[in-house]
């Protein structure tokens, strides 16, 4: 049986945000569950704010391409999504929205037809970030992504974790362990 493989990624590029210790932490996770993990940290691919004049002037940007190409190598994504104002970030947006774009020989909503995602968020507030995933499970199945039926918000997430970035013992560590259980073996199916 082969190794699924898996991008996890957080919908923020910032240096000490918590949907990156939840991204990081779950990979581990899907990792001793049978995946193949890649960890994508979306600071690393910086690109500008969509705007169809500039992809007529300029085409996809090289970070945009690097990603698609990235997630249509693969089986599926895990995002752990931060939550602005009720909804997604909008570099997650943004990032999808290029990763999208059909480019020449390339066709558009490659790195998304077809894979199976599982969403996931944390924020100190007391829904976790579960706001922001009804949009986000809404965008992702729009663009022939499979979301996973289940899906964890963990409130009070600057609590949620120990100093070596594990989840601390308790539901949400059993949940989440279950349901990246469920998401490896649906992405070997």
Known sequence: MTRPK???LAGSARKDSLNKKLAAYAAKVADQHGADVTLVDL???PM??????LEAADGIPA??????????????F???SPEYNSAFSPLLKNTIDWMSRPDGAVPGL???HGKTAQLLATSPGGLGG??????????????????MPDQL????GHEAFDADGSLKAGPFKEMLAGQLSHFVARSKA
């Open 63 to 76: 970070n945009a391409k690097a990603l698609r190409d990235l997630f249509a190598g693969h089986d599926g």
């Open 48 to 53: 500008p704010l969509y705007d169809g004049d």
């Open 78 to 80: 895990c995002i752990a």
């Open 153 to 156: 918000a963990i409130p009070a």
């Open 110 to 112: 490659v790195a998304f």
């Open 43 to 45: 600071a690393d691919y």
């Open 6 to 8: 898996l991008v996890f």
């Open 130 to 147: 579960l706001r922001g995933l009804v949009m986000l499970r809404m965008l992702l199945g729009n663009i022939g992504v499979l979301v």
